[in-house]
């Protein structure tokens, strides 16, 4: 069946350093991609999503792009902050809009 | 806009207990989703609700579990009895057209502790 997998946290980093969180992906057909985070006491917010291969998705200075050779959709950021520290989700829709998660990977940036 | 509503935020029952939680949905949003996330692992889905009517129920253990969102507005999950097992975040999500991608907006959650 589909499935998602992300790397294990917690992925702990200094201010400015670069992240990279792993996600590879296995799934029949052409599912859209997505990576969410959750803030601490909140719900999972929609970070970035690719619907196609090659497609690239960014928001607030974070990329992944959706390579189907690799069946991978990596979550990157040049330069991390205190505040991105977070729970971060790779998340797949087989088209079927029933979302498949990742099991999340706990990001902690120290100053 | 408002986002999705969730009470209560944290629970503590007993096993064999009753408990229910209540979403509401984003204003206008035709699709509503309840998913569980046991600690450790991501959100699964339990149920999906077009309007007041049910799409997919296939991974909710109706034996126990049962959700009802009978004007197509706001949703109910309860569960009775409980089982340690049960212990987990329970998720809302809302979203306004099935069909647009990425469209689904979560709720906090409520944080179910089965003792």
């Known amino acids: 069946g589909d499935s998602v997998t992300q790397m294990e946290g917690p992925v702990t980093l200094s201010e400015e350093a670069f992240l990279t969180i792993n996600c590879t992906y296995t799934?029949?057909?052409?599912?859209?991609l997505f990576w969410y985070v959750q803030y601490p006491g909140e719900g999972l917010q929609l970070l970035l999503k690719?619907?196609?291969?090659?497609d690239k998705g960014s928001n607030k200075g974070f990329e992944a792009t959706y390579r189907k050779e690799t069946t991978s959709f990596h979550l990157e950021k040049g330069s991390v902050q205190v505040s991105d520290s977070a729970v971060y989700f790779c998340?797949?829709?087989?088209?079927?809009?029933?979302?498949?998660f990742g099991t999340g990977t706990r990001l902690k940036v120290l100053a | 806009e408002a986002g999705v509503a969730q009470s209560p935020r944290y629970k503590i029952i007993e096993k064999r207990q009753s408990v229910a939680f209540w979403c509401n949905p984003i204003?206008?949003?035709?699709?509503l989703y309840w998913y569980q996330q046991i600690l450790g692992q991501g959100p699964k889905l339990l149920i999906q609700?077009?309007?007041?009517?049910?799409?997919?129920d296939s991974q909710l253990p109706k034996d126990r579990f049962s959700a009802e969102r009978l004007k197509g507005v706001d949703s109910t999950l309860k569960i009775q009895p409980a089982k340690l097992e049960d212990s987990a975040v329970y998720l809302c999500?809302?979203?306004?057209?099935?069909?647009?991608?990425?469209?689904?907006?979560f709720g906090p959650g409520t944080r179910l502790l089965v003792l």
């Open positions: 999500a809302s979203s306004l057209l099935e069909q647009v991608v990425g469209a689904q907006y």
């Open positions: 799934a029949t057909g052409y599912p859209s």
């Open positions: 690719a619907t196609k291969a090659d």
């Open positions: 998340a797949l829709d087989p088209g079927t809009y029933k979302y498949i």
């Open positions: 204003s206008g949003h035709a699709t």
């Open positions: 609700f077009q309007n007041n009517g049910v799409v997919d």
